[in-house]
C-alpha cells in the first residue's frame, strides 16, 4: 500500500523550538513521542522561497535556477527591462515557476493527486489543488498584511490555511499534502525566535497536526499515514543592521537595489535575501558572468573592504562553475567540485575553521562540517557559487547582522539567509522514526516519493530516509 504523505512547513522554526518543552503543544509533543525529532541542515541561502525547493524538487535553489530571494539577470533571459532584476517579495512571487529549470520536475508533476496551501511553486498543480492560493482578493489581503507589519494577520492566515487543509484532506484524501504556514516566521522577525508570538503561530501548527491525526484515526488511515513538521530555516537575532547597497554606494559605486533596482550604469547589483547573505553583481552591464579571475583587478580592494565589515562572516568569489573562494577573517580556502566530488583546500588560514583540508562525495562533506559554524557550508558554497544566475561575490552575514536596513515593513529584530548554523539547521518531526538518520531538507522530495511508490528522477541532491 502506499502511503500518503502530509508535509506541515513550520516557516522559520528553530531546531529548539521543538526539542524543548511542549506543554502547551500536545500534538507536537505525542508525534515527538510517538516518532522521531532530528536536526538537519536547510540550504543556503537559507530564505523562504529558495528553501521550499528541497521538498518540493529535491534539489539546492541554485542548481534549478534560485539563486536566491531577489537576484539580477545579466543574461536578459528572464528579466526585463528596465531593471533586469528579479524579487520574490511581492507580486513576481508568480514568476519563480518560469525561472525554474524545466527539466527538473516538482512533486506536483509527479504526484498528480497533490494538494497544496501558500506555496510558492506550484508548477504542476491544477488550481484547484492550490489551497489558499493568492488570487487577486487574496494577494492584495496578504500584501496589506505585510506592508502593514500585522504579524497578527499573518497568524490569522495560518488558522484559514490549517482551516482549508483540513477540509480538502476530508473530501479528497490527496496522496501528498503540502501546507506552509508562516506566521512563526514573521513573529520571529517582528520579536524575536523566542517571543510569545512565536509560541502563538506554534500553537496553529500544533492544532493543525491534532486535527489532521483526528482525521486520519477516525477514517481508519493514520497508520498509513506519513505526517511531517519541518522548517525551512532557522532564525537569530539582530542587534545591527549593515544597509549593504547603501554602504557600497557610499563606497563611490553605482548601485542598484530593491526596491529601487532601476539605475542608469550600475556597477554593483546588490541583490539581499533573508536578510543576511547577499548576492552582489559587479559590472552588471556584462551579459556573462565574468569570473572573479577577470574582475579581480579592478575588485580586490573591494573585496577587502567587504570582509573587513564587522558584518560580514564570509566572502564568496566564484570563480567559474567547478571552482570558488572563501575568505574569511580566519583566511581563504579554494573549494571545487567535478563529478560529485568536493574539495576544501586552504591557501592561507582556515576560513571555515575545519581544522584540515577535506575531499570526498557530499556525504562526507556533511559529517566534516556539520559540527562547524557552517554546516554543510562547503556543498552549499560549490552548488551556489556555481549556479549561473548567482552572484559574483556572495556575503554571508556574521551572527547578530544583517545586510537591510531599510524598506522592512517589520523591523527586523531576528534574521536568516546566512551559512552560520542558526540559519542552517532546522527541525524535522515525523510521526513514525525514520529506517535512516535525515541529513538535510533534500531528503524530504526522495523520501515523499518513496513512501508513494513513485520512482524518483536521477538527478537528486537528497537520499530517501525510509
Known sequence: MHLPVILLIADGARPDTLSGELARFPALRRLREEGAL???????????????????????????????????????????????????????????????????PTMFELVPRSAAAFSVVTRGLSRADSLAALTPRSAIRAALTHFRGRVERWIDLDREVADTVISRVRSDRPDFVFAALTGIDKASHASGPESPMVDDALAVVDDLAARLRDEAERGGWWEDTHLWIVSDHGHSAVHSHDDLAREIAHMGHRTVAHPWSVGIAPEVAVMVSGNAMAHLYLEPRRRARPGWQRLAARWESFADQLLARPSVDLLILAEGGERSEVRSVHGSAIIGRRDGRYTYRRTSGDPLALGRDVEGGADEMYEATIASDHPDAIVQIAVLAGASRSGDIIVSAAPGHDFRARYEPIPHRSAHGALHRDHMLVPLLTNRPPRLAPRRTTDLFPSALAALGVAAPTVLDGRSFL
Open 38 to 104: 532530528h536536526t538537519v541542515t536547510t540550504v543556503f541561502p537559507s530564505v523562504t522561497g529558495p528553501a521550499y525547493l528541497p521538498f518540493l524538487m529535491g534539489r539546492f535553489p541554485g542548481a534549478v535556477g534560485i539563486p536566491g530571494l531577489r537576484w539580477y539577470d545579466r543574461s536578459r533571459e528572464c528579466c526585463g527591462w528596465p531593471d533586469y532584476a528579479r524579487s520574490y517579495v511581492g507580486y513576481e512571487m508568480g514568476r519563480i515557476d518560469g525561472d525554474l529549470d524545466p527539466a527538473a
